[in-house]
């Protein structure tokens, strides 16, 4: 059920939960700011994005908020908390190390996002994580992150630009599927398996630099795309 007229919801002090993804699933593009009871014990209001009581992990943010940037204070971002519209000012954030944990689908169909500089304390960029991020063009990771899970950048169309860091060994199954601006990826040294299919449909892709610790490279030729003219995309091993 759409509710886009909606620009401010109250969570009453008798609230004790909400489903994962709520605001997303019911289509809430008005949605300006959630305000909380402050007599509630599960929910907290933060600038507008609901949050739980201690206001540290984000559940919800606004569809239509005015914030550019996250809340201050955050340790933890939830399953689809930033599936937001193309109305949201959230356009070039940066995912400071103050963040420790990232949900699945965290920021997955986050129409307004454009960049975003990822410096958090986690090893996994989880399952779908940017997943739909249709205007996302550049990703600068800059932690230690070890593992790109399945499908976390799926269908980002727009990206041009991104940085992986030598800590990376996995590339998950269709990490990068349909990415279909994206020309040209170094993989890091230390890489050591890459996913079936994780650059398939990349349809501009024109180098692949893959590190000796991944191979055989035959094998790697058919896990990045499927359709056979790797051979002509392969950068210096």
């Known amino acids: 059920i759409g509710a886009k007229s909606v620009t401010s919801l109250e969570i009453p002090a008798e609230m004790e ?10 289509k809430m593009d008005g949605l300006r700011a959630c305000v909380v009871d402050p007599s509630n014990p599960n929910f907290s209001s ?23 940037a996250l809340p ?11 599936s937001t519209s193309p ?16 949900e699945d689908g965290a920021f997955h169909g986050c129409q307004s996002l454009k960049s ?34 399945v499908y976390a950048f799926w269908g980002c169309e727009s990206l041009e630009d991104i940085r992986l860091p030598p800590s990376v060994t996995v590339l998950g199954n269709d990490a990068f599927l ?42 790697i030729m058919e896990k990045l795309l499927p359709w056979r003219r790797m051979a002509a995309l392969i950068g210096t091993r």
């Open 17 to 26: 939960e909400l489903g994962q993804g709520s605001f997303a699933v019911h």
């Open 46 to 68: 933060v600038n507008g994005f609901l949050c739980d009581k201690s206001g540290k992990h984000l559940i919800c943010c606004p569809c239509a908020t005015s914030a550019t």
């Open 72 to 82: 201050s204070g955050l340790t933890s971002i939830g399953r689809y908390a930033l």
């Open 87 to 102: 109305t949201a000012l959230l356009r070039d954030i940066e995912i400071g190390a103050s963040i420790t944990n990232i």
């Open 116 to 149: 975003v500089r990822f410096n958090a304390s986690v090893a996994t960029l989880p399952y779908e994580v940017f997943c739909g991020c249709k205007f996302l063009s550049k990703v600068d990771i800059r932690s230690s992150i070890t593992n790109v899970d």
């Open 178 to 219: 349909k990415c279909k601006s994206l020309r040209e990826i170094e993989l890091p040294e230390g890489l050591r398996k890459i996913g079936y299919s994780a650059f398939s449909k990349c349809d501009s892709l024109v180098s692949v630099k893959i590190p000796k610790t991944v191979g055989p490279l035959p094998l």
